[in-house]
Each structure stands twice: as structure tokens, then as C-alpha cells.
């Protein structure tokens, strides 16, 4: 029974050592994937599409504060410099055709902004949209 245990041991850390080495690509499909979707593309009506919306939000200040306050990313179980990777990841595998790349996220910049969650995560987005439009940034997709 000792040499189960220990061999148990042996096994869940080595499990564990290889989920810390995981990539932004495969944080994402761990922790993203199930409602954005393979393809980031969301679900209409009810999860937003992170392909091309992402780098959008990301173009000012109020955009990524709401990218770092939205439920998913506010309550995330990554990390502050995890959630940078898969976030700066995401910019730059699903970018806005027409827009220069985002800055990216640092840790800090996650670390400082994501302990505050949303109230109202559709009313915020719609005013983030339109702070969008004025400043010159083609809109997001609606979900």
C-alpha cells in the first residue's frame, strides 16, 4: 500500500510540474475554451467572441480594464502573469485585421486591474463600444 501511495505521489507531481509548464495556448484550452469555443468565436446571445474583439478592446485604456474586469478573467484561476500570456496569445492568434497589435498585457497591469469585477458586464461592454467608436476603433461584435 506504501509503494501505491508514494507512486501516487510521484505521479501527481509530475502532473502537476507539467501543468505549471503549460503554454498560453494550453491554458486556454483549459481554462477558456469550454465557453469561447476552439476557435475563440463564443457562443451568440451569450458568450463573446474573443477572435478580432480581443485586440480591439485592447487598443485603450477603458477596453483593457474591461477585458481584465470580466467575470472569466477577474476569476480566473490563472495566475496574473497566466492570464497576461493567453490574453496577449489570443491578440496575436485572433488580431483585428485593420488594427495595429495591442500593447500587451503585463502582470502588473493584470495584478492591479482584475480584483475588481464588473457589476454589470453588458452595460460596461456597451459603453466600452462606444468609447470604442468615438476614438476611432471599429467596434467589437456584439454577442
Given at each position: 500500500?506504501?509503494?501505491?501511495l508514494?507512486?501516487?505521489?510521484?505521479?501527481?507531481?509530475?502532473?502537476?510540474?507539467g501543468a505549471a509548464a503549460a503554454g498560453p495556448d494550453q491554458d486556454?484550452?483549459?481554462?477558456?475554451?469550454?465557453c469561447h469555443g476552439s476557435e475563440?468565436?463564443?457562443?451568440?446571445?451569450?458568450?463573446?467572441?474573443l477572435a478580432g474583439s480581443l485586440a480591439r478592446f485592447m487598443s485603450t485604456p477603458d477596453g483593457r480594464d474591461y477585458v481584465l474586469r470580466v467575470p472569466g478573467a477577474a476569476s480566473s484561476a490563472l495566475s496574473d502573469a497566466q492570464l497576461a500570456a493567453v490574453?496577449?496569445?489570443?491578440?496575436?492568434?485572433?488580431?483585428a485585421a485593420e488594427e495595429r497589435p495591442p500593447a500587451p498585457f503585463t502582470?502588473?497591469?493584470?495584478a492591479r486591474v482584475r480584483r475588481t469585477p464588473l457589476a454589470n458586464v453588458k452595460e460596461r461592454r456597451r459603453e466600452v463600444i462606444r468609447s470604442l467608436?468615438?476614438?476611432?476603433?471599429?467596434p467589437p461584435a456584439e454577442y
Open positions: 500500500m506504501r509503494r501505491v508514494q507512486s501516487a505521489a510521484v505521479a501527481l507531481a509530475l502532473a502537476l510540474a486556454y484550452m483549459l481554462y477558456c475554451m469550454g475563440a468565436r463564443g457562443v451568440p446571445g451569450k458568450i463573446p467572441p490574453l496577449n496569445w489570443l491578440a496575436m492568434r485572433y488580431p502582470a502588473e497591469e493584470v467608436a468615438a476614438s476611432g476603433v471599429a
